[in-house]
Nanobody
Framework: QVQLVESGAGLVQAGASLRLSCAAS????????MGWFRQAPGKEREFVAA????????SYADSVKGRFTISRDNPKNTAYLQMNSLKPEDTADYYC?????????????????WGQGTQVTVSS
């Protein structure tokens, strides 16, 4: 049974930092590209960041570039999203996802497995 479980949700003020974690089980973690997406109320789910199987290549949405960092720890079967300098527009439910595809896709349709989501709220 494949499971992706996010943690690290919170309510913070603008300018603060949060780190989200995604613990994976039931799959060959090191063979999967990991991604983070987010969905704000009334909006579509959007790409945030992705990391390659080895962790040496990353990709980011323009809106988070320079503020967020995606990483992974393969022995721990865990992916992370470090979020710094948070803004109110970063408020959303954040989802981790896993893909068998080789590239760092920004399309949610390329990701087969999804977590249940974790809520991040940034106040101004």
């Amino acid at each position: 049974q494949v499971q992706l479980v996010e943690s690290g949700a919170g309510l913070v003020q603008a300018g603060a930092s949060l780190r989200l974690s995604c613990a994976a089980s039931g799959l060959s973690f090191s063979n999967l590209v990991m991604g983070w997406f987010r969905q704000a109320p009334g909006k579509e789910r959007e790409f945030v960041a992705a990391v390659s199987r080895s962790g040496d290549t990353t990709s980011y949405a323009d809106s988070v570039k320079g503020r967020f960092t995606i990483s992974r720890d393969n022995p721990k079967n865990t992916a992370y999203l470090q979020m710094n300098s948070l803004k109110p527009e970063d408020t959303a439910d954040y989802y981790c996802a896993a893909s068998w595809m080789g590239g760092l896709s920004t399309s949610r349709y390329m990701y087969k497995y999804w977590g249940q989501g974790t809520q991040v709220t940034v106040s101004s």
